[in-house]
Nanobody, 112 residues
Framework: QLQASGGGLVQPGGSLNLSCAAS????????MAWYRQAPGKQRERVAQ???????GYVESVKGRFTISRENAKNTMYLQLFRLKPEDTAVYHC????????WGQGTQVTVSS
């Protein structure tokens, strides 16, 4: 099970810290990823972190989002900086192929 949390309403330029608590899956043993889905749009992967700790980001969030994990807590994080209205979406966590059961996600709304 993967439970994302930490979303909320934030003004443009603001920041948020998302968490993904995992149970039944070890975040350190798989390439894990954050995804987002905006209304009327397909889900997109925005960031991933490999077993070795290498990270990658979709171009639209490079330099603004940071993915990390804490193995001892079996938790993955996504720090969101300099948020834009187009970052508004439901954010989910999963493995690289999206094959684990999807949780409800956490809503991020960027609006003034």
């Amino acid at each position: 099970q993967l439970q994302a949390s930490g979303g909320g309403l934030v003004q443009p330029g603001g920041s948020l810290n998302l968490s993904c608590a995992a149970s039944g899956i070890a975040v350190s043993r798989s390439t894990m990823a954050w995804y987002r889905q905006a209304p009327g749009k397909q889900r997109e992967r925005v960031a991933q972190i490999t077993k070795a700790g290498n990270t990658g980001y979709v171009e639209s969030v490079k330099g603004r989002f940071t993915i990390s994990r804490e193995n001892a807590k079996n938790t993955m994080y996504l720090q969101l900086f300099r948020l834009k209205p187009e970052d508004t979406a439901v954010y989910h966590c999963n493995n690289l192929f999206g094959t684990a059961p999807w949780g409800q996600g956490t809503q991020v709304t960027v609006s003034s």
